[in-house]
C-alpha cells in the first residue's frame, strides 16, 4: 500500500479517547485519539512537509503536524503514524490545540527504556490579542508498542 494510501486509511473508525491529564502542559482537554479521527486525513496535513513532518525509529514512526481549519480557536494537532513490523499501522491524534509549532523546531530526547520523547510548543488563542505560549507538549513514542502517551 502506497504512504498516501495508509495515511488516508489513518482517518477511518471510530475514536478511542484517552484524555490526557492537565499537567501535559498545552489546553486541558487535549486528547490523545486512537485510531485518528475521520477528520485527520491528507487534507488535514499541514504544509509545506520539510517543516511540518519528522521522521524517527529508520521511517516506522512519522510525525505530521495537522489542521482541521474548524473550530479555528482549536483546530491544530499532532498526527503520528507508527508502522508494525508486518507493515500495518496506527494513527494517533494528539489535540485540539491553538497553536502547535513545526514538528521540525521539536526537541528530542530518546531513552532507551521509554522510548522517544518530543517537546513541543503549544500556545492559546486569544480573540482580543496576541496569543499566549502553554507549557509545551511532551509526547513520548513507543515504537514497539505503537503507543503515544504525555509526560
Known amino acids: 500500500m502506497l504512504m498516501t494510501q495508509k495515511l488516508a ?6 475514536a478511542l479517547l484517552f ?3 492537565p499537567t501535559a502542559g498545552a489546553e486541558e482537554d487535549v486528547e490523545i485519539t486512537k485510531p485518528c479521527p475521520e477528520q485527520i ?17 529508520d521511517g516506522r514512526v512519522n510525525v505530521f503536524n495537522t ?4 473550530p479555528v480557536a482549536r483546530s491544530k494537532g499532532l498526527a503520528f503514524i507508527i ?6 499501522d496506527t494513527c494517533i491524534y494528539v ?5 502547535v509549532s513545526a514538528i521540525a523546531d521539536a526537541k528530542v530526547k530518546y531513552d532507551d ?3 522517544l520523547l518530543l517537546e513541543v510548543k503549544t500556545g492559546e488563542y486569544l480573540a482580543d490579542g496576541p496569543g499566549v505560549p502553554k507549557t ?3 509526547p513520548r513514542i513507543n515504537a514497539k508498542a505503537q503507543t503515544v502517551t504525555s509526560e
Not at 41 to 57: D, E, N, V
Not at 67 to 70: A, G, I, R, T, W
Open 9 to 14: 486509511a489513518c482517518g477511518l473508525g471510530a
Open 19 to 21: 484524555v490526557m491529564p
Open 41 to 57: 486525513g491528507l487534507s488535514a496535513l499541514y504544509a509545506p512537509f520539510a517543516k511540518h513532518a519528522r521522521t524517527f525509529y
Open 67 to 70: 489542521d482541521v481549519v474548524e
Open 83 to 88: 508502522f508494525d513490523e508486518e507493515g500495518g
Open 95 to 99: 489535540g485540539p490545540f491553538s497553536s
Open 113 to 115: 527504556s521509554k522510548g
Open 136 to 138: 509545551p507538549l511532551k
